[in-house]
């Protein structure tokens, strides 16, 4: 198991940025394929994006790409979210997940954060 505290969530302007943190407990940090998620008031939870063990691989949902980079430093047991060009319409509760040994995708997260909140202004 991994435990997983997310930070960076706040209040900002349409085209603004955020810079999302993930802190994993634990040292097999490494073996996770890591991803976000987030989830807006009276909708289900959607996949943002998702980087392998290593960095090597990453995947996007298309309502990000080109916007959102998905990141992360082993040594320091952290996965990152860069939100660039935010939208209104991408306020929401982002959530990060950590899946064992998992595909680069949105399936098969078992450990997630607690969240933090996003709000953007229009």
């Known amino acids: 198991q991994v435990q997983l505290v997310e930070s960076g969530g706040g209040f900002v302007q349409a085209r603004g940025s955020l810079r999302l943190s993930c802190a994993a407990s634990g040292r097999t940090f490494r073996t996770y394929t890591m991803g976000w998620f987030r989830q807006a008031p009276g909708k289900e939870r959607e996949f943002v994006a998702a980087?392998?063990?290593?960095?090597?691989?990453?995947n996007y949902a298309d309502s990000v790409k080109g916007r959102f980079t998905i990141s992360r430093d082993n040594a320091k047991n952290t996965a990152f979210l860069q939100m660039n060009s935010l939208k209104a319409e991408d306020t929401a509760t982002y959530y990060c997940?950590?899946?064992?040994?998992?595909?680069?995708?949105?399936?098969?997260?078992?450990?997630w954060g607690q969240g933090t909140q996003v709000t953007v202004s229009s």
């Open positions: 997940a950590a899946n064992y040994y998992g595909l680069v995708d949105q399936y098969g997260y078992k450990n």
């Open positions: 980087i392998s063990w290593n960095g090597g691989t990453t």
